[in-house]
């Protein structure tokens, strides 16, 4: 048996300005930082053997948030996100069997990264409404197929998040170990509509809150979502 644990990042900066963000690297505002440490407080007594996040800083600062709550007093790692280079492989080295023992490595995955906004990324939100035409923006955001320009629609984020998951956490979650991803509300949305098996018209109404975690139990092959923490 394992859990899996997904949260959202807390609310960035261009969140608070209402900003589209996609993959600006944003971090989080005062608020958000309060969600991480409020997300943090529910699981302080989980015991995580794994942590993965997207390449942005705010769904990286949610996770360093989320762990400095937890009673296990184990240090998150961030692991080279070029591990293939041996100078920068070597140059992390730990030496101490002992601290390294007492670490959680933090997995930086960009296929975990938030929905890629194209031409939106810095416009206010309210603004892109009034130029565009708040149905055409609504579409931009919520449908499951319609990218806004020059960026991906959920189909596409689904087409690098879910293959991920599939490959890299799944098998961890085989072997018994806890995991915390750390991500964005759409690279979310596509991983829980894969793991609820909703539809594409479904996953239109799902909404994913920033700092709040949802848990799944991994046991005999199948991951069930659980009702609370």
Same mark, same amino acid.
């Given at each position: 048996?394992?859990?899996?644990?997904?949260?959202?990042?807390?609310?960035?900066?261009?969140?608070?300005?209402?900003?589209?963000?996609?993959?600006?690297?944003?971090? @989080?505002?005062?608020?958000?930082?309060?969600?991480? @440490?409020?997300?943090?407080?529910?699981?302080?007594?989980?015991?995580?053997?794994? #942590? /993965?996040?997207?390449?942005?800083?705010?769904? &990286?600062?949610?996770?360093?948030?989320?762990?400095?709550?937890?009673?296990?007093?184990?240090?998150?790692?961030?692991?080279?996100?070029? $591990?293939? *280079? =041996?100078? &920068?492989?070597?140059?992390?080295?730990?030496?101490?069997?002992?601290?390294?023992?007492?670490?959680?490595?933090?997995?930086?995955?960009? $296929?975990?990264?938030?929905? /890629?906004?194209? =031409?939106?990324?810095? @416009?206010?939100?309210?603004?892109?409404?009034?130029?565009?035409?708040?149905? $055409?923006?609504? @579409?931009?955001?919520?449908?499951?197929?319609? !990218?806004?320009?020059?960026?991906?629609?959920?189909?596409?984020?689904?087409?690098?998040? &879910?293959?991920?998951?599939?490959?890299?956490?799944?098998? $961890?979650?085989?072997?018994?170990?806890?995991?915390?991803?750390?991500?964005?509300?759409?690279?979310?949305?596509? &991983?829980?509509? /894969?793991?609820?098996?909703?539809?594409?018209?479904?996953?239109?109404?799902?909404? #994913?809150?920033?700092? *709040? !975690?949802?848990? /799944?139990?991994?046991?005999?092959?199948?991951?069930?979502?659980?009702?609370?923490?």
């Amino acid at each position: 048996m394992a859990e899996l644990i997904l949260v959202r990042h807390g609310e960035s900066l261009w969140n608070h300005h209402n900003l589209f963000t996609g993959w600006v690297d944003i971090p @989080l505002s005062k608020k958000g930082v309060e969600e991480a @440490l409020a997300a943090g407080s529910l699981l302080k007594d989980y015991e995580f053997d794994k #942590i /993965y996040t997207s390449t942005l800083i705010r769904a &990286i600062m949610t996770a360093l948030l989320i762990m400095t709550e937890n009673k296990s007093r184990k240090v998150p790692l961030l692991l080279p996100l070029h $591990q293939e *280079d =041996e100078r &920068i492989r070597n140059w992390a080295r730990i030496y101490s069997d002992k601290a390294a023992a007492n670490t959680i490595p933090i997995i930086r995955a960009w $296929q975990l990264n938030e929905r /890629y906004y194209g =031409e939106l990324q810095g @416009l206010n939100k309210d603004e892109t409404k009034a130029r565009y035409g708040e149905e $055409q923006v609504r @579409l931009w955001r919520r449908s499951y197929d319609v !990218p806004p320009p020059g960026g991906e629609a959920l189909v596409h984020t689904a087409e690098r998040t &879910i293959p991920y998951f599939k490959e890299e956490i799944l098998p $961890q979650l085989s072997s018994g170990h806890n995991i915390l991803i750390s991500a964005h509300g759409n690279s979310l949305r596509s &991983i829980v509509m /894969y793991l609820d098996g909703l539809t594409k018209e479904e996953v239109l109404s799902l909404e #994913i809150k920033t700092g *709040d !975690p949802l848990r /799944y139990r991994y046991e005999n092959g199948k991951l069930t979502k659980e009702k609370s923490l």
